[in-house]
Structure formats: C-alpha cells, structure tokens
C-alpha cells in the first residue's frame, strides 16, 4: 500500500505526464478553451489510463519478455490501446449513456493522446510490476487531469484580459503550460517515501 | 484547425480537365514541400505533434536526430497509406494506420539502436512516442487517404521537415543559451562560450585574461533553458514573431 501511494504522488505531482515530460501535449493545448470539456478528457484518460496500463503490463511480461519479441512492443501496445478505447467505448455506451454522454467524442481522440502510450513505454523502461504500474497508471492520469484542468481554468479567465494580439490563444497557451510546468517544479522536494511511512505506521 | 488548413493545401484533381499531364515536380509540388515550413507550420499553427519530442530539445543533436526519424516516418507512412488507400476498409483504418505508423517506428527504433546508441538511450520513448505523434496520423488522416502517392510522400516530406525545424531551433535557442555549447554529443561539437578548464576549450572563453572573452566576463548560463519548460516559451515567442508578421494567422477568439 505504501509503495501504492508513493508511486500514486510520484507520478501525479512530482513527474506530471503534462507538465513534466510534454506528453499528451496535443489534445492538452486544443481541448483547454473550456473547463467543462477539459474536465471530460481529464476523466477519460485517468480511466484509459488506469486500464490499458495493467493489460499492457501483462502482455509484456508473460508474452513479449518471454518469447524474447521485444521488438514488437510497439505494435502490440498501440493495438492494445486502440482497441480498450474501442471496448471501453462500446461498454460505457451500453452501461453508462450519461458518462457516455459526458465523454463524448473524447474517447476515441484518447487512442493517440502520447501520455497512454507514453505511460505505457515508461512503465516497461522503469520495470514497474503489476501494483506498481496501476498506481502509475492512475496516478499518470490524475496528474494530467489536474494539469488540464487547471490550464482551462487559466484559460477562460484570461480570455477577458488585453493580450498582445499575435499571442492570443495558442500562444498564450504555452507560455502559461511553461509557467505552470516551473510552477510544478517546487513540488519536486516532496519525498513521496513519507508517504509510504505514514501508512506503514498506520499498519502497525 | 487541421481541417480548415488542409483545404488549403489539399490539391483536389479538376475534374473538367484530366487528361493534361501533369509534371512530376510542378507548382503544386513545390507548394506541398513549402507550406508546411512556414505559413502551415505543424507546430506553431496547426498545433500537431507537440507533445513527444519537446523533452528532447534541451540539446541540438538529439533534436535532430528525432526531425530525421520523423521525416522518415511520415513521409513512408503518408505514402504506404496512399497506396493502399483504395482497400483500406473505411472503420478500420486507424488501426490500419497504426500498424504501418508503428511498423516504421519500430525501424527506426532499431536502426538506432545499432547505428547511433547514445543518442538512443537520450531519446529513450520519445522515439516510440512517434507513433502518436498527432502530426503523422493527422497529415495520414487529411491528405494521404485522398491522394496519389508521390503527393502524399511530399506532404509527408514537408511536415516531417517543418516540425523538424522547429525542433532544431527550439534546440539551437536552449542549447546555446543553456549550456553554452552546439551540437554536443556528435561528431561535431562545438563549445561556443563559458569558462574555459583543462577539459573543455570554449571559443569565447569567459574565464579569460586577454582577448575577446573578457569583454564576456559577467555571461553566465540561463539555466532556465535547460528545464523543459523553456521549450514552451521558446515556441511561445516563435508563435509571437510568425503571427507579429502575419496578422492573418491571428486567433480571432
């Protein structure tokens, strides 16, 4: 559970998909005019997220790694994914028209948002196991929900103030991801290992 | 964004007149090669393939090294998806795309592998994030599966080389102004300014007695430009200098 949450704080504030690696940065900068639409890609890939993580981490330790066809990854993990979103489309339409309806045409764009396949790569590269990777999988996705969350926010507000012209709109965009990303970058003295202390002394 | 531009730059046959030859490298030609590097940029105006390759920035040869591989990328993949655009069954051509996209990826992948490891192990996912790079399956997605081959791999060429040079000024700009350095890591590296020590020799040496360098004594890096974020304000300041020029690239909302 500890190691849970360590990882969990890790990937959501101190190494943030957005604002720390650039990934997802696409549908980042395009979907964050409004907060209500960014609110529904920020759900949707914190759930996309939260699956195709363990299924790709089960494909690459009992079929890639020992049939040694590495080489492969790429291949079979953008399958992977492009078809959980297909699934994942077809279920929350059949179960859940109202979330269905919230996420919209969100669910499809997913496929090629660079965090899933970018969470998925990482998590081969850093050698996570099965808990670990869903507690990055998760944790991945609510960090870039917050980060867009908050850009749209950001956003709206300063859709009323007297930019330079040549700035509005995208270029503003970046420049506030750039200040936001510094901005996230004095939460890298949190030591997530306290976290993992606190609730082994809770154990006990 | 994507789709307004490609009206632009999507070269629709006149039916009226198909019988004239049309030449292999003309206007049309020229133009799919050229838009992409300025007035369509894929960066700075349809805001595409932002997102896997400005953590590579912080240096020029890694950068470029990625603008090559995805040159290479959309360029076979916008003209393996023309070929085969006629039996390409219509709901499943995202996944069909995929799987070419990721085909030339893993290539890539591998030939760096052999042919450049260092660099490999700096691009580290960035280079299987090429995949999703919005700039490939929206350039497959807008034009290839509309057009004849050699257009298509034209189309791609232009984009693949438009978000390259971006990606290398973006590098030149950090790198310079970061560490003080060009091109390091490659065969040719230069040390522009800095402090000069028994390893590194700097061309405007910062820490010297006599000559040019100290008219350059107070310089010092901007470490700032190191950090990914600066790359967000590098495009930032690129996107205020191409709209300053050209008001009518100027988001009206």
Redesign the interface.
Known sequence: MGEFLNIFIKSAFIENMV????????SF??VS?TLSTATGLGLAVIFVLGITMPINWVINEYILMPAELE?????LF??VI??TVQLVEMVVEKFSPGLYAALGIFLPLI????A???GS??MV?REYNLTESIAFGLGGGFGWFLAIIALAAIRERI?YSNV?????????A??I???M??AF?SLTGIDPAVFAGWTEAAAE | ?AESTELKTGVVADPKKPAEKEPIFGKKERILLRDPLLDNNPI?IQ?????????VTSLVYPSLVMAVAVIFVTAFSSLFTSLMRNIIPKPVR??VQ??II??L??LV??ALKVLAFPVYKQL??YI??I????IV?GRLEAFSMANKPWRSFLDGVGNGAGYGLILVLVGIVRELFGKGSLFAGSPIAMNIIGPSNDTTQYWINTAADSGIGTYFSWYANNNLMV???????V??VF??????YN?KL??A?
Do not use: H
């Not at chain 2, 805001?47 to 953590?55: E, K, R, W």
């Open positions: 604002l720390a690696y650039f990934l997802g940065m696409c900068l395009a005019k080489f492969l990854r790429f291949i953008i399958a492009a078809s496929t090629v948002n660079c899933i396949l970018g790569l990482f590269s859709r330079p012209p040549a700035l509005r709109g995208l270029g503003m970046f420049l991801t750039g200040l990303g510094i970058l | 964004m700075t805001v595409l393939g932002v997102c896997s390759a400005l953590a995202l996944i995929l799987v990721a085909t990826v893993t992948n591998e580290s996912v299987g994030l995949i999703t790079n919005c399956m950090l990914p974020a600066a790359a967000m304000f495009i930032a996107i205020w200098i191409q709209r300053s008001t100027v988001d909302s």
